[in-house]
């Protein structure tokens, strides 16, 4: 009996992350849609620019906090989030300002231009955290092989072993051979006599 893995929950978005892409085009596509008359405003902040971006800093900031799939790095999203939120309401806003009517689809254009700056953030932060694991698994299957690790780089602090201390040799700066010693062994010397070689 063949048993398949459940990849239905990685392959769409949960609850959580439909909320943050509703709150990330709620606060940014659709106030630039009633900014240029798209929508009718019901006299509620029509020609407020400045503060829709403020409301789209907000929502992007919600918004991509919960659209991240690991809460765990939440402040990625979140940064992504301000960055896309405002990038979407001035594209939608300038790309709507001067027409009468467009394509429904057509919205998804300014959506991805004003979303470039979060989405190039996002790709670089990933493309820093995939490198950073690459070099922990090449340390510790280094570790596990016994390759030596790197040595200190100069100026270095070296931790000093625990055992005992070692004096130190000094420097030679060239090898000196051993001189012979003209004084012949003691088996030839007589006893009780030094031996002065100007005596031959």
């Known amino acids: 009996m063949h048993s398949r893995r459940n990849t239905t929950r990685s392959q769409t978005m949960s609850t959580r992350q439909t909320v943050g892409l509703a709150a990330l085009v709620f606060t940014s596509v659709l106030p630039a849609l009633l900014l240029t008359g798209?929508?009718?405003?019901?006299?509620v902040l029509r020609d407020s620019l400045p503060l829709w971006i403020i409301v789209?800093?907000?929502?992007?900031?919600?918004?991509?906090?919960?659209?991240?799939?690991n809460l765990r790095y939440w402040y990625v999203g979140t940064i992504a989030g301000i960055l896309i939120g405002?990038?979407?309401?001035?594209?939608?806003?300038?790309y709507t300002a001067f027409r009468s009517s467009f394509l429904a689809i057509e919205i998804v254009i300014p959506m991805v231009i004003g979303a470039l700056p979060g989405l190039l953030f996002l790709?670089?932060?990933?493309?820093?955290?995939?490198?950073?694991?690459?070099?922990?698994?090449?340390?510790?299957?280094?570790?596990?092989?016994?390759?030596?690790?790197?040595?200190?780089?100069?100026?270095?602090?070296?931790?000093?072993?625990?055992?005992?201390?070692q004096t130190q040799q000094p420097f030679q700066p060239y090898y000196a051979p051993p001189q012979p010693s003209l004084q012949p062994p003691a088996s030839q010397q007589p006893p009780g006599e030094e031996y002065n070689p100007q005596r031959r």
């Open 56 to 69: 789209a800093l907000l929502g992007g900031a919600l918004g991509g906090g919960l659209m991240t799939p």
């Open 38 to 43: 798209f929508f009718p405003s019901l006299g």
């Open 123 to 165: 790709v670089l932060v990933t493309m820093l955290f995939v490198r950073r694991i690459r070099a922990q698994r090449l340390a510790s299957r280094n570790v596990g092989q016994g390759v030596p690790a790197a040595p200190y780089p100069p100026g270095a602090y070296q931790p000093q072993s625990s055992g005992p201390t």
């Open 86 to 94: 405002p990038g979407m309401l001035i594209a939608t806003y300038y």
